[in-house]
């Protein structure tokens, strides 16, 4: 008898458990993989959204050069974007708060297609869709560039390219950007594994702002969107 009740509780609360999990799923901010993944500020994998969502409301198109860019949730569980248009005129999504100022935004990047304009990019302290540092990845010309935008059509690079790294289409990397006081650094992650740190520089534009993703004149993948604080 005292084994039946055992397992008869046991039962129960396996039940319960996945009736919580069911539930939460639907939370814009939980998705089953949060359950293993330590405290972040932001974690998002887009594994609890439906097929062709846009990432709203946690993610914000941001309507950039008079045009607001379709993202869109795949089955695979990532967020995408095609985009072809002219140099620079980037399809931008942001998330996050306005007050964040140390952290370090750590995302997945793919990019389909190899064109001399085709890139993405990461975005921290962005204090809106015009101003914000970012780091993007160019296939074409095997370079990983850190670059601060300040309000419309105004880039202005902060440190050399790295080129030090084969960088190639259809194929997962890890960009790191991290901010701490008025130090901006970056890593990238190869698919062998190997991390590099391409930049380190001291700049003051920008001292808090949110995360954001964007492409420019192409077609890229974003997954694994993380955002921890640096003490």
Not at 5 to 14: E, T
Not at 151 to 160: L, V
Request: hydrophobic share 40%; net charge negative; charged share 25%.
């Amino acid at each position: 008898m005292k084994t039946a009740i055992k397992i008869s509780l046991a039962a129960s609360f396996v039940f319960f458990g996945l009736l919580v999990a069911f539930y939460l799923c639907d939370k814009p901010y939980f998705s089953m993989s949060n359950l293993n993944e330590p405290k972040y500020l932001f974690f998002d994998d887009f594994s609890s959204y439906k097929d062709g969502s846009d990432g709203s409301p946690v993610w914000q198109s941001q309507k950039t050069w008079d045009k607001r860019c379709d993202w869109q949730i795949t089955d695979g569980g990532e967020i995408s974007q095609m985009w072809v248009g002219e140099p620079g005129d980037d399809c931008v999504i942001l998330a996050g708060e306005n007050d964040w100022a140390d952290y370090v935004l750590t995302a997945r990047v793919k990019i389909v297609g190899n064109s001399e304009d085709s890139g993405a990019n990461i975005k921290i302290r962005a204090q809106d869709e015009h101003d914000y540092y970012y780091v993007m990845i160019l296939p074409y010309w095997d370079s990983v560039i850190l670059k601060k935008h300040k309000g419309e059509g105004i880039d202005e690079y902060i440190a050399p390219d790295y080129d030090e790294i084969k960088i190639g289409t259809g194929i997962w990397y890890v960009l790191e950007a991290q901010a701490k006081g008025d130090v901006i650094s970056v890593w990238i992650t190869d698919p062998d594994g190997v991390r590099r740190k391409t930049h380190e520089i001291q700049d003051k534009s920008f001292a808090k702002g949110k995360i954001g993703l964007a492409t420019d004149s192409g077609e890229a993948y974003f997954d694994f969107v993380k955002v921890s604080a640096v003490e």
